[in-house]
């Protein structure tokens, strides 16, 4: 069974940083692909960034330039820094882990950014 916990929320300023982590509990790791969502209250669930398990980011438009989605394959451990945090990137953000039919997302960690 997989599982994932986020932690690395809080609450900061605009133009503020936090780096969120997901610690995966999962065998061979190294092969899947994580990625970060994020739902905003009142919104749909949003991908935020996906990284490969070689290592490939991809980024949603409205976080180009501002996060970056990196991996630690040895500690099962997925990263996002945001950097320059506007109050529209305030919501609940989660990893997501897909294995064979299986889609698997951790409780989440409050993002808050004060105007």
């Known amino acids: 069974q997989v599982q994932l916990v986020e932690s690395g929320g809080g609450l900061v300023q605009a133009g503020g940083s936090l780096r969120l982590s997901c610690a995966a509990s999962?065998?061979?790791?190294?092969?899947?692909?994580v990625g970060w969502h994020r739902q905003a209250p009142g919104k749909q669930r949003e991908r935020v960034a996906t990284?490969?398990?070689?290592?490939?980011?991809n980024y949603a438009d409205s976080v180009k330039g501002r996060f970056t989605i990196s991996r630690d394959n040895a500690k099962k451990l997925v990263y996002l820094q945001m950097n320059s945090l506007q109050p529209e990137d305030t919501a609940v953000y989660y990893c997501?882990?897909?294995?064979?039919?299986?889609?698997?997302w951790g409780q989440g960690t409050q993002v808050t950014v004060s105007s």
């Open positions: 999962v065998s061979a790791f190294r092969f899947y692909a």
């Open positions: 990284i490969t398990g070689g290592g490939s980011t």
């Open positions: 997501n882990l897909v294995l064979a039919t299986n889609n698997y």
